[in-house]
C-alpha cells in the first residue's frame, strides 16, 4: 500500500511567498527524501533526512522530520517561478531495500 | 555524459505487440530500479536489481521481464501489451550504503509507452 501521503494535492503561491507540504507516512522508515519532478522530465533528488534527524536544510529547501507523527515537511522559502514543479516525498523501509513515493504536491509559483 | 539514460523517450505500439525499453547508469551504482508512474502522477516501483541480482519485484504481471546484463544496465521488456500499460516508465540507480540502506537515487528522464 501507499506509504507517503503528501497534502496539500496542489498548492498556488506568488513568486517571494514560502510553500510549505507536508508528508504523511505509516511504517518504520530508515530516512525519508524529497524528490522535484519538472513537466514531462525525470525525478530530482532534493534532501534526505534520516530517521534519527530532526532538521536538515539545504538552501532555500528546510525539512523536518517527526518520527513520532510519521511526519514531514518541506518548506521552500523566498519560491521562484522556476520552483514551479511537482514535489514528491518517498521513505525508504526499515529494510533499506525500496524507496516509497507519496503521490505528490503540484506546486504552482505565480511570478 | 548523461547520468541515468533511457531509450526510447517516446514508444507508441498497438496492443499485443511485444516492446524493450532500454536503461544505462555511467555513475558506478551497483542498484537500478524501473517505476512506473501513471496518468496520476503516481510512481511505483516495479523492479530493483543490486549487482544483476534481482531484488525486488512488486507484484507486476509477467508480461514484464527485467534483464540486467550488467550492473550499469537495466532492459525492461514487456510482451503482449495492453491498453493499461500506458504510462511513464522511469529507470533510477542508487549506490547500497551501509547496512544495506541507499542514499539518493539517480531518475532516467522517463519514457512515455503509449499503447492504442
Known amino acids: 500500500s501507499q506509504q507517503g501521503e503528501e497534502d496539500p494535492q496542489a498548492l498556488s503561491i506568488q513568486e517571494g511567498e514560502n510553500a510549505t507540504m507536508n508528508c504523511s507516512y505509516k511504517?518504520?522508515?530508515?530516512?525519508l527524501q524529497w524528490y522535484r519532478q519538472n513537466s514531462g522530465r525525470g525525478l530530482v533528488h532534493l534532501i534526505l533526512?534520516?530517521?534519527?534527524?530532526r532538521e536538515k536544510h539545504s538552501g532555500r529547501l528546510r525539512v523536518t522530520l517527526d518520527t513520532s507523527k510519521k511526519s514531514s515537511s518541506l518548506l521552500i522559502t523566498a519560491s521562484r517561478a522556476a520552483d514551479t514543479a511537482s514535489y514528491f516525498c518517498?521513505?525508504?523501509?526499515?529494510?533499506?531495500?525500496?524507496?516509497?513515493f507519496g503521490a505528490g504536491t503540484i506546486l504552482r509559483v505565480k511570478s | 555524459d548523461t547520468a541515468v539514460s533511457q531509450t526510447p523517450k517516446y514508444l507508441v505500439t498497438q496492443m499485443g505487440n511485444d516492446k524493450s525499453i532500454k536503461c544505462e547508469q555511467n555513475?558506478?551504482?551497483?542498484?537500478m530500479y524501473w517505476y512506473k508512474q501513471d496518468s496520476k502522477k503516481f510512481l511505483k516501483i516495479m523492479f530493483s536489481?543490486?549487482?544483476?541480482?534481482?531484488?525486488i519485484n512488486e507484484t507486476v504481471p509477467n508480461r514484464f521481464s527485467p534483464k540486467s546484463p550488467d550492473k550499469a544496465h537495466l532492459n525492461l521488456h514487456i510482451n503482449s501489451l495492453e491498453l493499461g500499460d500506458s504510462a511513464v516508465y522511469f529507470c533510477?540507480?542508487?549506490?547500497?550504503?551501509?547496512?544495506?540502506?541507499?542514499?539518493?537515487?539517480?531518475f532516467g528522464p522517463g519514457t512515455r509507452l503509449t499503447v492504442l
Open positions: 533526512i534520516r530517521s534519527n534527524e
Open positions: 536489481y543490486n549487482n544483476k541480482e534481482l531484488i
Open positions: 511504517t518504520s522508515i530508515n530516512n
Open positions: 555513475l558506478g551504482h551497483d542498484t
Open positions: 533510477a540507480s542508487s549506490q547500497e550504503g551501509l547496512l544495506r540502506t541507499h542514499n539518493e537515487q539517480f
Open positions: 518517498a521513505t525508504e523501509n526499515q529494510y533499506g531495500n525500496k524507496l516509497v
